[in-house]
Nanobody, 121 residues
Framework: QVQLVESGGGAVQTGGSLRLSCVVS??????MAWFRQAPGKERVGVAV???????SYADSVKGRFTVSRDTAKSTLYLQVNSLRPEDTGLYYC?????????????????WSQGTQVTVSS
């Protein structure tokens, strides 16, 4: 069974940067994603890394977030730059894509524990 262990969250000011990491233990997964859950809102996808290194982003983070993967380290990364207060929330990594829209929570089977990102103005 896959385990996803996440790290790298924190509190930063507007314009700051963080790098989130998600280490995968268990079977390798070629499709993985990052999700964000803002306070009182549903969890939605912000970045995805598909097999073959195809990536996609939510419009709200394009040009500021970068998803990457180190296969040798079984780690998925999310570099988040130019942070804004609206980026605040719990960030999760997801694996084992079930198909359909990658931005939907129900499209993924396995989840990390979540890490908090707080951006102050």
């Amino acid at each position: 069974q896959v385990q996803l262990v996440e790290s790298g969250g924190g509190a930063v000011q507007t314009g700051g940067s963080l790098r989130l990491s998600c280490v995968v233990s268990g079977p390798p997964y070629y499709n993985m994603a990052w999700f964000r859950q803002a306070p009182g809102k549903e969890r939605v996808g912000v970045a995805v890394f598909f097999r073959g290194a195809s990536v996609s982003y939510a419009d709200s983070v394009k040009g500021r977030f970068t998803v990457s993967r180190d296969t040798a380290k079984s780690t998925l990364y999310l570099q988040v730059n130019s942070l804004r207060p609206e980026d605040t929330g719990l960030y999760y990594c997801a694996a084992d894509w079930l198909g359909g829209s990658w931005r939907r929570e129900t499209a993924w089977r396995s989840w990390s524990q979540g890490t908090q990102v707080t951006v102050s103005s």
